[in-house]
């Protein structure tokens, strides 16, 4: 999956083939050497202890040993069964990174918001209450904050106004409909995650965010996204997947730095001309849309990589598509094409190639000019006869001919254990 911008985001997945530390640790504790909250106990700590992993442990709470660790900087205590966090979590003066996701926890003591040197804090699946949330403001130096899957229905206001440092912010998997106006007080804000919420329009707010580089949208109900969202010169990955987007609007072409534009499962039937200027593009997804035709703006961006068109209506592809020189994944599946389309087998960087679910009948002999091909997928189209052709493809390391229902080979041929 493609590189994050300096900050983490989880991976973005459609698949070709089948489918589409500043932190110094004088004594570090390993996962495997400690099997229980008591193991603390029989310790004669001697060093400074600045990190320990007690995740998956079946832990019920975080124990007095563990709290008595005045230099400690980072704990990992997520996938245990721990219900509240003990007042006593204040001693932990020194705390930079804490992980207390996929526990019980509903509600948060007000001596976690003593913790003035946390940067990050990740409370993500556990069954908070709205009202245990405010505390977070209180950490001010806090930098990443994740509370994805924790049953929000709004955004506390407390928390935008309070955490003036934040660049990481994640809000997946909630019921969020809106977000707060005073959400742009979040001035340094990199990253957004908004990901299966209930939202029905892209939040404006965020438009006024000027450093937002990655913004995640997947699986809402978005059916605009406004003009304003040209003010996000910053942009770099704009994901809004899974929603009801009929239209872009041609203010886009002002996020220059944009490199990954997921807009696959929409409402599309074209992009704004304008768009051709978004040079810096290397990921574009617009599968499950219906598009009338090829979308020849995209022609422009000769810094692609990776190229998703499944599912979208096309029988053809221009001519111009063969600039796209640094195209290594391209996924043509499940559209309408009776060929290979002409130009393709120019494209030398080609890694995987998908044409699966269409009409094609026979291969092109220029074909084996793809010396990079490593996955073919030509699956369920109107083959009867193997094309010999496929032996051209010496280096070819995964081949995927399944036919359709009703349509079978009448001959395969004698060498087709040189494919094994």
Not at 94 to 100: A, E, I, Q, S
Not at 220 to 242: H, Q
Not at 292 to 319: D, E, M
Not at 369 to 395: G, T, V, Y
Request: proline residues 5%; negative net charge.
């Amino acid at each position: 999956q493609e590189a994050s911008t300096g900050t983490t985001h989880r991976p973005k997945a459609e698949s070709v083939g089948l489918v589409d530390g500043h932190n110094q640790t004088a004594q570090e504790i390993p996962v495997n050497e400690v099997q229980k909250d008591e193991a603390l106990s029989s310790m004669h700590v001697t060093d400074r202890i600045y990190f320990i992993d007690l995740a998956n442990k079946q832990l019920r709470t975080i124990s007095p040993e563990v709290l008595s660790l005045e230099y400690l900087e980072e704990l990992h205590m997520e996938k245990n069964l721990i219900e509240s966090i003990p007042r006593d979590i204040n001693r932990l003066k020194h705390m930079k990174v804490l992980y207390l996701d996929q526990n019980n926890i509903q509600d948060l003591c007000e001596e976690l918001g003593e913790l003035k040197h946390l940067l990050t804090l990740d409370l993500s699946n556990n069954p908070l209450s709205c009202s245990a949330l405010p505390v977070i403001s209180k950490l001010q130096s806090l930098r990443q904050l994740r509370l994805y899957e924790t049953n929000l229905h709004e955004v506390p206001v407390e928390i935008c106004k309070g955490l003036h440092h934040i660049e990481l912010l994640d809000l997946g998997d909630n019921h969020l409909q809106c977000l707060p106006e005073e959400i742009v007080n979040l001035k340094k804000l990199k990253e957004i995650d908004l990901q299966k919420n209930r939202l029905e329009i892209f939040p404006k707010e965020l438009c006024q965010l000027a450093n937002l580089e990655i913004i995640d949208l997947e699986q809402n109900l978005i059916s605009l996204i406004p003009e304003e969202v040209g003010f996000l010169t910053n942009l770099v990955k704009l994901f809004i997947a899974f929603n009801n987007l009929s239209s872009i609007p041609p203010t886009l072409k002002r996020c220059q730095k944009l490199a990954v534009l997921d807009l696959s499962h929409n409402l599309l039937h074209k992009l704004p001309p304008g768009l051709k200027s978004l040079t810096e593009m290397r990921v574009l997804r617009l599968s499950a849309n219906s598009l009338a035709k090829f979308p020849k703006q995209i022609c422009c961006w000769t810094s692609l990589s990776h190229v998703y068109l499944r599912n979208t209506g096309l029988h053809t592809v221009p001519g111009s598509f063969t600039r796209l020189s640094s195209v290594r994944i391209l996924d043509l599946g499940e559209n309408c094409f009776d060929e290979i389309p002409e130009g393709i087998c120019t494209m030398e960087s080609l890694e995987e190639l998908a044409l699966d679910g269409n009409q094609i009948q026979k291969i092109p002999a220029e074909v084996k000019e793809l010396r990079n091909l490593k996955c073919l997928n030509l699956s369920e189209n109107q083959f009867s006869i193997f094309p010999k052709e496929i032996f051209l493809l010496e280096w070819l390391e995964r081949l995927y001919m399944g036919q359709s229902k009703g349509i079978k080979f009448t001959s395969l041929p004698q060498d087709i254990r040189k494919l094994q």
